[in-house]
Each structure stands twice: as structure tokens, then as C-alpha cells.
């Protein structure tokens, strides 16, 4: 089962790096208000560089000077099933994110449940939206950015991965 990581960065800006194992890389968005579990809430999600598969275990403080300077902390981490289609039929999601519309099954330890990507029709190509499908894992009461900050390799919070 190919892997999804979500790693919460503090650079200049706080936002939540969502990661997907396609094709030997890490297909990247910054989410810089990270996910929700609320089916009516759609989050942007900003395409980023790949990143290397090895890169998503990583949590720690990269220097002033560095690209991305600031803490990162593996907020969440799991398996994937994709669940992309088109005309009913399934769909590699390499075919879907370039298609611009990819649906996909989390299984991590603070996200489960379908998602979707898809690109947003204005705006920049690199633009996409991040969206919880309504189905039995939503919970609009359920919110992990806030409840649920801590790492989920090593229970730690930002300022304690800092400090
Ligand atoms: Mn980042």
C-alpha cells in the first residue's frame, strides 16, 4: 500500500505539508490550514515540488538559511487506497492528479476516511482544494489541527521539537 504523510511545518508561515507516495515520490501541497474532517469545509491545498520518499520521516528543526527554515513534525502518517475514477471506471492516481481530480482512502492515525484533491478551475494550476467526502469517517466535530497537534512519531509538540 503506498504511504501518505502530513508534516506540520513552521516556516514563515505555519501549514500543513500533505504527501502522497506516487510513483516513487512524494506528490506535494502545502495546506496552510490544514485538513478537516467536515465534508462542507475546503481547505486549499498549494502544489509544491516533489519530495523523496526518505523525506517524509523526517522531523526536526532545518536551520535559518535553509529552504523551508523552521520546525517540522510528522503530524500524521498512514496507507493509502486510491479511489479514483472516470466514466466509473478506476483510475491510476498519476492519471487523476493530472486529470486534476484524484479521490483517495486514508488510513492514518489521526485522518481516515475519503478524501479528494482536485485542481480549482481559477487561479493558478498549482492551486487545488483538499476536500473530506461525506462518508462515515466525517466528523464535523472532530477537528485534529486542534486537538491533536502533537507528533505522531514522537508525541512531541512544535515548541518541544524547537526547544
Ligand atoms: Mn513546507
Known amino acids: 500500500m ?6 506540520k511545518h513552521a516556516a514563515s508561515r505555519l501549514h500543513y505539508d500533505f504527501r502522497l507516495e506516487v510513483a516513487g515520490v512524494l506528490k506535494s501541497w502545502a ?9 462542507r469545509d475546503k481547505r486549499l491545498a498549494v502544489q509544491v515540488e516533489d519530495h523523496s520518499i526518505s523525506w517524509g520521516d523526517f522531523e526536526g528543526v ?11 513534525l510528522v503530524w500524521d502518517s498512514g496507507t493509502y487506497r486510491n479511489r479514483s475514477e472516470r466514466d466509473g471506471k478506476p483510475l491510476p492516481i498519476e492519471r487523476a492528479l493530472e486529470n486534476g481530480r484524484a479521490a483517495f482512502w486514508l488510513e492514518g492515525k489521526k485522518l481516515r476516511g475519503g478524501f479528494v484533491l482536485m485542481r ?5 494550476e498549482r492551486n487545488w482544494l483538499l476536500i473530506k467526502l461525506d462518508d462515515e469517517e466525517a466528523d ?4 485534529p489541527v486542534r486537538s491533536r497537534p502533537e507528533s505522531v512519531l514522537t508525541g512531541r509538540t512544535l515548541e518541544e521539537i524547537t526547544g
Open 140 to 143: 464535523p466535530e472532530y477537528d
Open 120 to 124: 480549482m478551475y481559477r487561479g493558478p
Open 2 to 7: 503506498p504511504r501518505f504523510v502530513i508534516q
Open 62 to 72: 532545518l536551520p535559518e538559511g535553509t529552504y523551508g527554515a523552521g520546525t517540522v
Open 31 to 39: 495546506v496552510p490550514k490544514g485538513p478537516s474532517m467536515n465534508p
